[in-house]
């Protein structure tokens, strides 16, 4: 491996996978002065011709090409085909950015954690949502929280399709639940339905943690408006996030003896930097190859959220 110590030297990166995801982070790779976007992969070979064609760099169809001409890559694969990618590079001794979830089932997950550690390279999960700087801002403020609310929803729009609801959408408030509690996971009770495809579409799932907390989580993608709402209760402070227009707002009460015990209740807007989070995420990922460090998401964290995700799975299968 290239050592990037040096400011002058751009990192080698390549992006297996040329569909929408696949894009995306692409263009923020090339929007980063310490990258060079060495090439896009993917088995459609016309896919990833126009879409190395836009960014200017090289195409490939076979992925393996790709890996030995670079340091690092994102796998933007469809989730099934996490595993076999990933595998392929972490073997290759190149650093990879997976999408989240980290694999399409807990025996792939936990095998590519097992390889990420015997590979001694970086490997990074791509849950955007911790990167939203209302969530970032959050996790700064609150301590010991009580019981967590989140409501993620929104239209279906055929991408996604291939696996669940909890796969493709409640992951994210999975895994932020997770990261905010710290404790683990003692019982998971859910209900569940398919509407528009032969996946379950809608979700919601009771999570109980060790410490006494609870998370009650909500997903759906047949719903008619978009919706990322994510709350926290804590001790005399609840504190609302809006993901989508990434705002946050705290409520404090506080018991004040001139009002015969009654909780006064004071509201304060937070102000929050926008950002754009997938951006932030691989400018992190950038950062961190460059530089040394412990990725914000690890593969652990993919592995914790994936097993949480799949007890929920396994309660709406049940019923």
């Known amino acids: 491996m290239t050592s990037h110590n040096n400011a002058v030297d751009r990192l080698k990166i390549g992006v297996i996978g040329a569909g929408f995801m696949g894009e995306l982070h692409a263009s923020h790779y090339v929007a980063n002065d310490a990258v060079e976007l060495i090439g896009i992969a993917d088995i459609v070979p016309e896919r990833a011709q126009e879409t190395a064609a836009k960014f200017h760099c090289e195409w490939y169809e076979n992925s393996e090409i790709l890996t030995e001409k670079v340091d690092a890559v994102s796998i933007a694969v469809p989730s099934t085909a996490h595993y076999d990618v990933a595998e392929m590079c972490l073997r290759r001794k190149v650093h990879v950015l997976i999408e989240k979830p980290l694999a399409s089932s807990l025996q792939e997950a936990e095998s590519i954690v097992k390889l990420a550690k015997s590979s001694g390279v970086t490997c990074m999960v791509g849950h955007q949502e911790r990167f939203n700087p209302a969530i970032m801002e959050a996790s700064n403020i609150v301590v010991q929280p009580k019981y967590v609310e989140a409501h993620r929803q929104g239209r279906f729009g055929g991408r996604g399709g291939d696996v669940d609801v909890i796969n493709d959408l409640m992951i994210h408030d999975i895994d932020l639940a997770l990261a905010f509690v710290k404790a683990p996971v003692t019982s998971v009770s859910a209900l569940g339905t398919s509407v528009v495809t032969s996946h379950v579409d809608v979700v919601n799932a009771q999570i109980e943690f060790e410490n006494g907390a609870v998370a009650n989580v909500t997903a759906s993608r047949v719903a008619v408006e ?9 001790h005399h402070q609840y504190m609302e996030l809006d993901l989508l227009n990434q705002t946050m707002v705290i409520r404090t009460t506080k018991e004040n003896n001139e009002y015969d015990g009654e909780a006064v209740t004071v509201e304060s807007k937070v102000d929050v930097t926008p950002n754009i989070t997938l951006k932030t995420e691989i400018n992190h990922y950038v950062e961190i190859l460059r530089n040394g ?8 964290d993919g592995l914790s959220a994936m097993k949480v995700a799949e007890l929920v799975r396994a309660q709406v299968n049940q019923d």
């Open 226 to 234: 978009r919706q990322r709402i994510f709350q926290v209760y804590s």
């Open 293 to 300: 460090g412990t990725p914000h998401v690890t593969v652990e």
